[in-house]
T-cell receptor
Framework: DQQVKQNSPSLSVQEGRISILNCDYT??????FLWYKKYPAEGPTFLIS?????DKNEDGRFTVFLNKSAKHLSLHIVPSQPGDSAVYFC????????????FGKGITLSVRP | NAGVTQTPKFQVLKTGQSMTLQCAQD?????MSWYRQDPGMGLRLIHY???????DQGEVPNGYNVSRSTTEDFPLRLLSAAPSQTSVYFC??????????????FGEGSRLTVL
């Protein structure tokens, strides 16, 4: 049973436009959500996070939105740049338990010059 | 800053052979974990540890053993390798819950092929 779902395996956008990456979760105990970015042959790196007490968190070109009632979060990248081309993983945790993160399958983002 | 260091980066094994993937972190993190990444499957948790002497199973623990004798090291052992264990393995660490955001720091990965 997949608790974190990234249903779109890939996304292609034009440079300068907005990229919207979606993520859904099923476990209502999750209270902390993170996005990781992964380039080929490298380990994932932390991008941005959001606590369940917020509905938005912004860091430069990256904004994460959380809709708890819909159990849905999204990552917005504005403007998209070719260097953003990577695999993006959504992850969630129940911080009351431990630091164990549950990851989605990832979305491959391609930003066309 | 070294961060999380994994060795080896590449390894080819024959079915039935054993090996250990090494992981070391220099950030004094209490929490360490091992993930495997397979095409179309994302990152799946194998084993994790919340501190020295404490380990627990993740989502896909079968065929793997771990131990945590020090805060810095968290080796992953394959006792009898199988082709299904062909994968890319990532070690990750973080501060314990309540002491940090839960953000994981990953190593660069170890690509294992079992023939």
């Amino acid at each position: 049973d997949q608790q974190v779902k990234q249903n779109s395996p890939s996304l292609s956008v034009q440079e300068g436009r907005i990229s919207i990456l979606n993520c859904d979760y099923t476990n209502s105990m999750f209270d902390y959500f993170l996005w990781y970015k992964k380039y080929p042959a490298e380990g994932p790196t932390f991008l941005i996070s959001i606590s369940s007490i917020k509905d938005k968190n912004e860091d430069g070109r990256f904004t994460v939105f959380l809709n708890k009632s819909a159990k849905h979060l999204s990552l917005h990248i504005v403007p998209s740049q070719p260097g953003d081309s990577a695999v993006y993983f959504c992850a969630a945790s129940d911080t009351g338990a431990n630091s164990k993160l549950t990851f989605g399958k990832g979305i491959t983002l391609s930003v066309r010059p | 800053n070294a961060g999380v260091t994994q060795t080896p980066k590449f390894q080819v094994l024959k079915t039935g052979q054993s090996m250990t993937l090494q992981c070391a972190q220099d950030m004094n993190h209490e929490y360490m974990s091992w993930y495997r990444q397979d095409p179309g499957m994302g990152l799946r948790l194998i084993h994790y540890s919340v501190g020295a002497g404490i380990t627990d199973q993740g989502e896909v623990p079968n065929g793997y053993n771990v131990s945590r004798s020090t805060t810095e090291d968290f080796p992953l052992r394959l006792l009898s390798a199988a082709p299904s264990q062909t994968s890319v393995y990532f070690c990750a660490s973080s501060h314990a819950p309540g002491r940090g955001t839960g953000e994981l720091f990953f190593g660069e990965g170890s690509r294992l092929t079992v023939l």
